[in-house]
């Protein structure tokens, strides 16, 4: 990593999780993406891996689940103290063959603003988070 921003987000990340190793797994799994974009994924996908792991589907953890999913991600996001608002939405559905849709659209500015849908799963479950990023 040469570049002083990709040197923050590699100490940032270091820092996220005690499971350093398979953080940075992910991160250079998605290096083909933007920066931003990516450690965007690496937050999402660690915050579900600590907060769901290899938990089977419970509906009735599921709202619990899914707030703190989204309150974590908007606090690991927002320690990154970059110029943006973040919304953050999180989808937690049983793995049942089932399927899902959903859109979004927003009026926003394309060169500075943008989302990153990010997908997890386990076993018994998807959740799926999207990760607004509004420039202030």
């Excluded at 989808?91 to 849709?101: C, R």
Aim: hydrophobic share 35%.
């Amino acid at each position: 990593m040469s570049t002083g921003l990709e040197k923050e987000y590699h100490i940032f990340i270091k820092n996220f999780r005690t499971n350093y190793d398979h953080i940075l797994s992910v991160y250079l799994a998605c290096s083909n993406l933007t920066l931003c974009v990516c450690v965007c994924v690496c937050v999402c996908v660690c915050v579900c891996d600590s907060t769901i792991g290899g938990n089977s589907y419970q509906q009735s953890r599921v709202n619990q689940w899914s707030s703190s999913v989204v309150e974590q991600c908007l606090s690991q996001l927002s320690k990154l103290g970059k110029p943006f608002k973040y919304i953050v939405h999180c989808v937690i559905m049983q793995k049942t063959g089932a399927g899902l849709q959903t859109a979004a659209s927003c009026f926003w500015d394309n060169t500075t603003d943008g989302s990153c849908p990010v997908t997890w799963e386990n076993e018994s479950m998807f959740c799926i988070v999207t990760v607004f990023g509004l420039a202030i």
